[in-house]
C-alpha cells in the first residue's frame, strides 16, 4: 500500500469482498459522458459484468490500483499501470471521480504512485493523454517532460485531436 497525506492508494483486487460497490461508483462515473470526455472509455457502456472483466485482466504487465481517502477510506479514483517488462517502462493512468475533482486528489495519488514506481519497479514512467485534457496536462508537466505529439489521433466531439506524450525525467 503506498500512503500519502491524504490518501491509500493499493491494488485493486477481485477478490474483496466488497468490490461490487467499489465497481458500481466506478461504472457511474465511467457511463458519465461529460467526465469521461477526454477518455477512450467513453466509447463503451460500462456494466458490473465488464469492469470485473477488466480486474481479473489484470497480471504481471498490468495492475490497477484503487485510491482511497485516510478519513473516512472512501474510494475517490483509480489509476492503471501497463508495464513494460523487456524496457522497464511503465505507462501510467488515472481517473478521479467527479466529485473528487477540482481538489488536487488526483495529483497527490499521481505523485505517490509516480513516486513509488521509480522507486520500486521501473527506470521510466510515460503517460498519454488527449489534446485539452487540462487536468492530466497540469499533471504531467509539474513531473514529467514533454516527448511529443501523435497528430490527429483522436476524434473528440467531431473533430481530429493530438495525443500528447510525457515521460518521467
Known amino acids: ?36 470526455q477526454y477518455s477512450e472509455q467513453r466509447h463503451r457502456a460500462h456494466t458490473l459484468d465488464s469492469q470485473r472483466a477488466y480486474l481479473q485482466s489484470q ?10 481517502t485516510k478519513d473516512g477510506y472512501e474510494s475517490i479514483g483509480t489509476m492503471a499501470v501497463c508495464f513494460d517488462r523487456h524496457n522497464d517502462v511503465a505507462d501510467l493512468g488515472i481517473l478521479i471521480g467527479p466529485p473528487y475533482r477540482g481538489k488536487s486528489l488526483g495529483m497527490e495519488a499521481w505523485d505517490g504512485l509516480y513516486n513509488w514506481l521509480l522507486h520500486h519497479r521501473v527506470t521510466k ?25 501523435r497528430a ?18
Request: some cysteine; glycine content about 6%; charged content about 30%.
Open 152 to 169: 490527429r489521433h483522436f476524434i473528440r466531439d467531431g473533430q481530429r485531436v493530438d495525443l500528447i506524450l510525457y515521460g518521467s525525467r
Open 59 to 68: 497480471n504481471e504487465s498490468f495492475s490497477v490500483f484503487e485510491i482511497v
Open 1 to 36: 500500500m503506498i500512503e500519502t497525506k491524504r490518501l491509500l492508494i493499493k491494488q485493486l483486487r477481485i477478490s474483496r469482498p466488497d468490490i461490487d460497490h467499489i465497481l458500481a461508483r466506478q461504472i457511474a462515473w465511467l457511463n458519465d459522458k461529460e467526465a469521461m
Open 125 to 149: 514512467i510515460e503517460a498519454g493523454f488527449m489534446e485539452g485534457n487540462q487536468a492530466m496536462y497540469r499533471i504531467c508537466r509539474r513531473r514529467m517532460i514533454y516527448e511529443g505529439r
